[in-house]
């Protein structure tokens, strides 16, 4: 199945028809609207999606008799006057997706047929079920189509009418227009025009309609068609009619405009993230309209020539720089965030409490399930929330050993391409690279080991070993799946893990006693340093590294000040930044437990909040707590962040979370990988105890051998695509580029718009991707590669 | 008048009736609900705010007569069945503020009384607008009460009970229970069922009631009271209604025994921003329930031992940390939130863009109003715009200046007591204090001068010069008005100001040609230092800082490299800290205005998104923006946070700008600040055309001759109130926690929550506080200080 596009034609302005109840006369709102346009030598048409009550009732054979001419078409009819979710009992239901599709088609079909406006109108109010059940207004939001509401003019219609406002305004749809029937008793449309005012949202009122026949002989049905067609004469040349259809026009025309130019205004008004401007085009710039689940909707990108659809649904192939996890324009979200919102907007969290940041500190806790965690410090962003990782691990080690840090350097111990975000402490935490060559302030303070890789090439997974580690670790190792590169419990006794520890051992003691560095915390992103490159480290070097700080405390300190006990650091605190690796994007809760590591202190954001908003949270033991206790307030960890543990975050990081677990069945890995393989069946047979992903097993194998592959690998919802470059690859490579505009163009039913990382293609998926999503794009990667 | 708390109390559940629509059986929900009570031989009450409709059918007649004994009460009563505010037109109609504070009191009354179980019912739908006008949903907030939803069981009710749902949840409501009549043909409470339980909210379905009788004889009347006895009878005997009672005390208990523990779970679970924990209570810890304007809803700090009431209102005098311009729970804000949530959720901005983006770099723009900027950056918080700003500061002085910032040092200038952010880079770029005093890799990089002061002491605005200053820039001043100092015009050619630019010229020559040191930046906070301890800097000293950076780039470079032309930088880049004083904060779109300088770099953050989520601009000149082009990647400001750009926030913050610039009125400062004074109307003559603050003149005056004061300044919406310690002041003095306790425990209509820096306490206001909460906060004050 593909993903529908949101609809927008440059030639035919299509509208979505809501009612803020049943009953407040959609369809003869419709049909003064398709008669008005037809009167002005255009062709209207009129589709009715779901249709349900008596035949001779449906409104598409409403629009027939007294539409003028207006074209119209009904995709599903049911008998019963009652809800469709109810009347499609009786029959062959349609499925959401198939609705959408036949919707869209009809739509693209009419614009190429010259339709000037057309109308979907939908069933009863915007919250009545669609034949599965689901809400109108969440089945419908795929094409977001712009809405044209018809409010009630009844008493009570202006509280329904602007809650129907409000629930299409939190699905992200464009009210449009408002028309409702004039009613000088209760004057609905006198109050509910100021409200639109407000809003810049036109309201029309029509003269109420004649009323329906009491009796149904045959004069009185005369009667009625009589005065019928008389009320559309009449309705349909009020002048608002005209004004509004005028305005429906320009507003699409302008919509189309507005998005034509994004891109050169963007490129006037915008410094973008980690981009080279120079040379950059308004065409390298993607416009997106909107976003449903896993899809851009982009402006621009449509394959031919010929199409007329001016929207086209692009999947977001980088989970927009791996934030994503329940999708866009996930209304369970939306809707916590407004709540949170409402109850609070933002309050001050310093000295404070609200129940959105205790009981995130709760839920947290309990998902990390590190029986190390005792403490939750919020800030924004992953940068940030290392910065106070890095406070807290400085600050105890220095506190343990008694160095005094404004004397001398303390520095870090990581990994060769590590990367903790953009703020000068977390730089000065990576090895010197591009990211920071040229970075004024840029003093990398630590020592970072290579390590060995684990990659497929060529059908085989291995840990490859860099050439200059040989002499200590020995060769490359082959394994025979993935599962068994994790099974540490197996290696840690090795010969390949004997010569780790040794390795680090000497290495570390060499810088402490040789080079008299002083060193404050092991920073880690456990299993992929992600934007050094998506780097699959071998897990038995994280594993070894930290054993290795853990067990000889004696090499950092001469003096007896280290000590060791359950639940306390030995030897440095160990930091884990599992921003991007952690909560369900490997697959797992957390990252760290791939190593069978409790860190003291762990990171997370991004998918924190299941990709709506930013957040952070610095997770650490009691006893690094402690450390800072003193009667001294300089002692404090004195950080904040004006926006600290905002309760918007926090709401929507409690469901996003929540959501995660219920998939994952409380903790149980081999329930959410039994879950997920069974939506993804077609490799379900092939997962192993210790790792899975969503990309098939079949087509890691076959890319791996594809000839511009170097090697490949797969990991929960992460796929990264190392290419072959001549000249060495690395982030300033352009190797990836030719697969990336590939991608881009897409193929019949969507495009991709993925992210490279020099000579390193990668694409992840959400959490909630469609199983068909996925088939697709490695269709699309076969296509390309194989 | 008082702001009205929200609603709990131990003994008494009181719940607000809300209908999906009207005429869905509000009454008769309410009538089954106290009957119950009743016959389980507890106390029900029923209160009717405003009732419309023949008095006979009055909701509380209708309870009076079947409600098995049921207190009942009404407030306002209309004659006609018309919406309240349309009924309204014909009667003395309550100010909205009294009839909150009237419900307020009646429960209030009620729960003293020993009432067990309260409804108070809605007109109409949820958005049925109140006697004046505003929407149910809205007025009624401030009380939040929890919800029972009456849902609606007709054709059409399942779209209108969600979406009035939806409308309540949006406001921060919490709807506990919802009921419904059965109706088997539409069987909405069976999808509906299924749609509350998924949100773990019960609901309850009751029986059809009797018909209403169509004929209203006697005979008729008294077979239709008879068959509403025996529905009564009947229905409150179910047992889902004796099960939803025992929730609903369930849940209030259960609520008051979260509230009762919250501070003690945040010290268990809570690691705090610059918070000292040592010594820390859990009555330290303000338990804020929800927020409403300008107001917290805070738990455990009642007045009275003997208060029923289980919340307090307390006024949020930080504006929670400098954030809050249009109120806690602002609906547009809330709506604009869910919208961009509905519509994007987050997307990918690095080399995409959305509307929202586009717009707001747009609208900032022009807010602005600084024919240098060309260009926004987006980050997440003001210590990351900062770093952002710092980052673009040193690229571009590096580069004209030739300087290898690798193999050298490269400094900032700025002020003594300055504060940017607690990430290590722009740590850096504050000298030495108690902040940074105990973090292990700060390095102070730059040069701080000290700076003469702005206060009122004892009824005079005066410039204070720093004793070891006197030498050069001669005594203090003494100014009649604060208007005068802020008279630039006139000062910058006075002794003062001539003698300030000698200072600052020879300073800077100084460091740069004895001491070789190299700035690549100005960095400051115009016109006040946050942080810093509420720093009143003169803008005249600012003001000639910039001027001779400016006029004499000669002295940072021997090299002729330096030049200068109109919107250009010149000397060093400029850069203004703006994320406390700018967007309104001083009462102006930007606090740079003040010293009439433009920067080429400024950051805004905090009121961008009017209090509600984090978000953050960097805003840059043309110039340096293209200082980073070159066809290398690596000369790219390589910076970038996951969430850059995040919809919701550039939503909400154009929201926010919009809104503050009517209130200012296209950038006319002057007419923002009639409108302003309209409001605050007691010291309006007293405004002049410089500045000009929400607190009046007479307490600056009074406060400043107080015998514990040793200096107070006020400007927009800020108040610094410096008080006296033997000590010497400063950040770790404790002289103002006395005042801050007293202003805690608050006067008879509320508390007050404020912070203090050392021996400085602030009170800061929203844009839109109301005067009679800042007068009664006078008032505190005066009879604290006075």
Redesign the interface.
């Known amino acids: 199945m593909a993903p529908v596009g949101a609809g927008l034609w440059r030639t035919l302005r299509a509208h979505q028809v809501y009612?803020a109840?049943?009953?407040v006369g959609k369809t003869i709102v419709s049909t003064v609207l398709c008669n008005a346009v037809q009167r002005q030598k255009q062709r209207a048409a009129f589709l009715k999606p779901v249709s349900t009550g008596a035949l001779d009732d449906a409104d598409d054979r409403h629009l027939k008799r007294y539409g003028a001419g207006t074209l119209t078409k009904c995709l599903y009819q049911f008998d019963e006057?009652?809800?469709p979710?109810?009347a499609a009992k009786q029959k062959t239901i349609p499925r959401d997706d198939d609705l959408l599709a036949s919707i869209h088609n009809t739509l693209t079909e009419w614009a190429r047929k010259d339709i000037d406006f057309a109308l979907v109108e939908t069933a009863?109010?915007?919250?009545?079920?669609g034949p599965n059940?689901n809400?109108q207004a969440d089945l419908y939001?795929p094409l977001?189509l712009p809405i044209v509401l018809v409010a009630d003019s009844r008493?009570?219609g202006?509280?329904?009418s602007?809650?129907?406002y409000?629930?299409l305004?939190?699905?992200?749809?464009d009210v449009q227009s408002v028309l409702l029937f004039r009613d000088d008793?209760?004057?609905n449309h006198d109050?509910l025009g100021n409200f639109f005012r407000k809003k810049s949202i036109p309201l029309v009122s029509l003269p109420a309609p004649p009323a329906k026949p009491a009796q149904v002989d045959a004069d009185s049905l005369a009667r009625d068609e009589e005065a019928m067609l008389s009320y559309y004469e009449q309705a349909s040349k009020e002048s608002s009619i005209a004004q509004l259809l005028e305005e429906m026009h320009t507003k699409n025309a302008e919509r189309i405009e507005?998005l034509a130019e994004?891109?050169s205004?963007?490129q006037?008004?915008?410094?973008?993230?980690?981009?080279?401007?120079?040379?950059m085009q308004p065409k390298?710039?993607?416009?997106?309209?909107?976003?449903h689940d896993d899809y851009?909707q982009t402006y621009g990108t449509s394959q031919a020539e010929t199409s007329v659809n001016e929207l086209r649904p692009t999947f977001?192939g980088?989970a927009?720089?791996?934030?994503?996890g329940l999708?866009?324009?996930?209304?369970n979200?939306?809707?916590s965030?407004?709540?949170?919102?409402?109850?609070?907007?933002?309050?001050?969290?310093?000295?404070?409490?609200?129940?959105p940041?205790?009981t995130l500190?709760?839920t947290l806790?309990k998902t990390l399930d590190n029986p190390r965690f005792?403490?939750?410090?919020?800030t924004?962003?992953?940068?940030?929330g290392m910065?106070v990782a890095?406070?807290m691990g400085?600050?105890v080690a220095?506190e343990r050993y008694g160095w005094d840090?404004?004397k001398e350097q303390?520095s870090i111990l990581g990994l060769k391409g590590s990367y903790h975000?953009?703020?000068?402490?977390?730089?000065?935490c990576s090895d010197p690279s591009?990211?920071?060559?040229?970075?004024?302030?840029?003093r990398g303070?630590g020592h970072w080991f290579d390590f060995p890789l684990v990659k497929m090439v060529d059908g085989k997974w291995k840990v490859e070993v860099p050439d200059e580690m040989r002499k200590n670790l020995g060769t490359d190792v082959e394994f025979e799946s993935l599962d068994a590169v994790f099974n540490l419990d197996a290696r840690l006794d090795s010969d390949k893990g004997r010569r780790y520890k040794d390795y680090i051992r000497q290495t570390i003691e060499g810088l402490v006693r040789e080079r008299g560095m002083k060193f404050?915390a092991l920073i880690l992103e456990p299993v992929i340093l992600g934007a050094g490159g998506m780097l699959f480290c071998d897990p038995l070097f994280q594993r070894c590294l930290t054993d290795v700080v853990r067990d000889h405390p004696e090499i950092f300190a001469t003096e007896s000040t280290h000590h060791k006990k359950e639940e306390s650091w030995s030897g440095l605190p160990v930091i884990f930044d599992e921003?991007f690796t952690g909560l369900y994007r490997l697959g797992r809760p957390t990252s760290a437990s791939f190593l069978g590591v409790h860190p003291d202190i762990a990171v997370n954001?991004?998918l924190l909040t299941g990709?709506?908003?930013?957040l952070c949270t610095?997770v650490?033991s009691q006893e690094i707590?402690e450390t800072?206790?003193?009667?001294?307030?300089?002692?404090?960890?004195?950080?904040?962040?004006?926006?600290?543990a905002?309760p918007?975050?926090c709401t929507v990081a409690i469901e996003s979370i929540k959501t995660m677990n219920a998939m994952d069945n409380n903790g149980s890995f081999d329930q959410f990988k039994t879950n997920w393989a069974q939506r993804v069946d077609s490799h379900a047979e092939k997962l192993a105890p210790h790792v899975w992903s969503v990309w098939s097993q079949d087509l890691i194998q076959d890319l791996s051998r594809a000839q511009p592959v170097e090697s490949v690998f797969a990991i929960g919802t992460v796929l990264s695509i190392s290419l072959r470059d001549a000249q060495g690859g690395g982030?300033?490579s352009n190797a990836a580029k030719g697969l990336q505009q590939q991608l881009a163009v897409g193929g019949h039913k969507f495009n991709v718009?993925s992210?490279v990382l020099g000579n390193v293609l990668y694409l992840m998926s959400s959490v909630t991707s469609k199983p068909e999503s996925l088939q697709e794009l490695e269709k699309l990667l076969r296509t390309a590669l194989v």
Chains 1, 2 share one sequence.
């Open positions: 009612g109840n049943t009953d006057p009652v809800s979710h109810i009863g109010g915007v919250h009545s079920p059940g809400s939001r977001r008493l009570g202006i509280s329904s602007i809650s129907a409000e629930s305004l939190v699905r992200g749809y008793y209760y004057q109050y507005r994004m891109s205004r963007a006037d008004l915008i410094w973008y993230p980690f981009t080279q401007h120079h040379g390298d710039i993607t416009v997106i309209d909107s976003a851009f977001d980088s927009s720089w791996w934030t994503q999708g866009h324009g996930n209304p979200l939306s809707l965030a407004a709540y949170a919102a409402g109850r609070y907007g933002h309050v001050m969290f310093a000295g404070a409490v609200h129940e940041a205790l500190a709760d806790l005792a403490k939750v410090f919020y924004d962003n992953g940068s940030t910065e890095l406070k400085l600050r220095c840090a404004s303390i975000g953009d703020t000068i402490g977390v730089m000065d591009v990211y920071n060559q040229k970075v004024e302030w840029y303070r404050g921003v954001a991004k990709g709506l908003i930013p610095t650490a707590f800072f206790l003193s009667p001294e307030k300089s002692d404090a960890l004195l950080h904040g962040h004006s926006y600290t905002h918007v975050g982030y300033t718009h992210r």
